[in-house]
C-alpha cells in the first residue's frame, strides 16, 4: 500500500538468525549420499557389516535432526 508520498511502502530487511539452522538440513541430505565414508565390512555388529547398521543408525539420527531444525525455525505465534 503506498504512503502519503505515494511511494510503496518496503519492509526493511529482516535477518532471520532461524535460517542458519536450516544448514543443518545437509546432514541427512549430504552423508547418505556419501558412501564412500562407510563404505567398509569391518567392524562388525552383531554379524552386519558396517555398512548395513552404519545406515541404520543414520536413521534416527538424522529423524531428530530434522524434527530439531523445524522446532528451531517454526514460527512462534
Not at 10 to 30: A, E, H, K, M, T
Not at 55 to 66: A, D, E, M, N
Request: charged content about 15%; proline content about 13%; hydrophobic content about 50%.
Amino acid at each position: 500500500m503506498p504512503d502519503m508520498q505515494g511511494k510503496p511502502d518496503q519492509d526493511p530487511v529482516v535477518r532471520d538468525p532461524g535460517r542458519l539452522w536450516n544448514l543443518l538440513l545437509l546432514i541427512p541430505i549430504v552423508l547418505p549420499l556419501c558412501p564412500f565414508l562407510f563404505n567398509t565390512k569391518d567392524p562388525e555388529l552383531f554379524g552386519f557389516p558396517f555398512f548395513y547398521w552404519f545406515q541404520l543408525l543414520l536413521l534416527p539420527v538424522l529423524v531428530i535432526v530434522t524434527v530439531a531444525v523445524y522446532h528451531l525455525t517454526k514460527r512462534r505465534s
